[in-house]
């Protein structure tokens, strides 16, 4: 059964650690993906995706994305495809922090808890991106992935959450996606999944699990 909710009706209790994804929920860059995918696409003569399409369709690994869009991949050099899409993605202007990150981040350190971030981005791109930010401070570890190829956190999920020598339900995980969802259940850790990133409020409900309107919401949601 799926549902969305805009604000708890009671505050959940202060996870010792959050787990925050990176793209789609510190970062607005869903517009940035899409342009960058179309770029291919259109050299390609493939149709075109917008927004809409993009959170209806992106899944994990993105190889997967790429075929439904209907790129033949036995065709293709798939690292430079990569290589080409983080080119225009890295480089779009429509990339930027959400409005409420620092605040919200700045909230959850004054309150205690640890940070952390788990993404499926590579980690050098991810850690020159914090530090271009100035937002590198409030994170104790970054787990990023070793190439551009975008695969699946679960691996990566369970050696942080190994890492930590915290129990599963004290740690908190927060994305935009299925995928956020799937890697706190293989672990045993709860989930909170942002809309306005890069899967849709139907997909998110689907995992039943609290959907927030967005990250101006969550320390509500903790009662900070």
């Not at 790129?71 to 480089?91: G, I, P, T, Y």
């Not at 993404?119 to 190439?147: M, P």
């Not at 259940?185 to 942002?194: A, E, I, Q, R, Y």
Request: one cysteine or more.
């Amino acid at each position: 059964m799926s549902f969305h909710i805009s604000a708890p009706r009671q505050a959940a209790p202060l996870p010792a650690c959050i787990v925050w994804d990176w793209n789609g929920t510190l970062q607005d860059d869903v517009q940035a993906a899409v342009n960058g995918i179309n770029v291919l696409l259109a050299e390609r003569e493939l149709p075109l995706v917008d927004v809409a399409q993009h959170r209806a369709t992106f899944t994990f690994p993105v190889r997967k994305y790429y075929q439904a869009l209907g790129f033949v991949l036995e065709e293709e050099n798939w690292d430079s495809m990569a290589r080409q899409f983080h080119h225009h993605f890295l480089s779009d202007s429509s990339a930027v922090l959400w409005p409420e990150t620092r605040r919200t981040l700045e909230q959850f350190r004054q309150s205690g808890v640890e940070m952390m971030i788990l993404s499926a981005s590579e980690r050098n791109i991810l850690e020159d991106l914090l530090q271009r930010y100035g937002i590198r401070h409030y994170f104790q570890q970054v787990c990023g992935l070793d190439d551009l190829n975008a695969r699946s956190k679960l691996e990566a999920g369970r050696e942080l959450v190994n890492s930590l020598g915290l129990s599963p339900d004290q740690i908190w995980f927060v994305g935009d996606t299925v995928h956020d969802w799937e890697v706190a259940s293989t672990v045993g850790s709860p989930c909170l999944l942002l809309e306005g990133g890069y899967h849709s409020r139907e997909r998110l409900g689907a995992c039943g699990c609290p959907v927030l309107p967005s990250i101006a919401a969550v320390p509500s949601f903790f009662g900070i």
